[in-house]
């Protein structure tokens, strides 16, 4: 896939001059002609793993009741987690927060809030490795006291090989156009000015709402495909 294509040619001016005007003029700088080009690469892969994130929401008279109450459900989903076969080391406390529940504006009292509780949230991000996997831990954290899914990211474990075979595409295809137009345009490539990249992988975050789901089945996932798209961007001097 071309990106963007720059040809500059060089240029060279004459003018004619009186010979005093002449002698104290620089001489003129001959631009480089150069051949601009850009590619990318793509390689699809299907997610292997998602990360969960998913917390417990609770409310109570005051801040050490919430926090207290929080707790003991968030223990419950961190238990759930590991028998649902998530490792210990793919699980972490990615939000912990107390805040004031305030009541509602009244106009009796000049539209002052009073503070009426607590609210205490804890999220856990999960990594879940094995796509027939996620439904299922889905499951256990709500049936172990979750409250609150905050999404579902997938990603690939294999994201490292298919970065390195995109930028092999992205490359080849970046050469090849160069020398298609060397040829096309009867110049010559002389060497090259300059090279860079962008682009690269990135998990893909869904929209995702836990749906009520059969008792005897798991809260279905689908995971499509993921998208590596590395490009590249080559400057050339040529001749010609």
């Known amino acids: 896939m071309i990106r963007t294509v720059f040809l500059a040619a060089a240029l ?40 969960v994130s998913a917390g417990v929401v609770t409310e109570a008279r005051t801040a050490a009741e919430a926090l207290r109450a929080n707790s003991q459900r968030m223990q419950r989903v961190f238990n759930a987690l590991e028998e649902a076969g998530v ?43 094995g796509m027939d996997s996620v439904g299922p831990a889905i499951d256990a954290l709500f049936e172990a006291g979750a409250n609150s899914l905050n999404g579902v990211t997938f990603s690939s474990s294999e994201a490292d090989a298919a970065e390195t075979e995109a930028r092999r595409r992205a490359v080849a295809e970046l050469y090849e156009t160069r020398d298609l137009y060397a040829e096309a ?3 010559t490539v002389e060497r090259l000015l300059n090279f860079s ?14 749906a009520m789901a059969m008792e005897d089945s798991a809260t279905p996932v689908s995971g499509g495909e993921l998208v590596v798209s590395i490009t590249v961007n080559g400057a050339w001097e040529i001749e010609g």
């Open 87 to 129: 490792e210990a080391r793919d699980i972490q406390t990615s939000q912990l927060n107390v805040s004031p529940v305030y009541s509602q504006p009244s106009s009796r009292d000049g539209g002052t809030r009073e503070i009426t509780g607590y609210s205490a949230r804890n999220t856990v991000t999960a990594l879940v490795r």
């Open 197 to 210: 990249e962008s682009g690269g992988y990135a998990p893909q975050p869904v929209m995702f709402s836990r």
């Open 185 to 187: 345009g009867g110049f």
């Open 12 to 51: 060279m001016t004459t003018t004619a001059l009186p010979a005093a005007a002449v002698a104290q003029t620089a001489p003129a700088q001959e631009q480089t002609a150069q051949l601009s080009l850009s590619a990318t690469g793509e390689v699809r892969i299907t997610p292997d793993q998602a990360q």
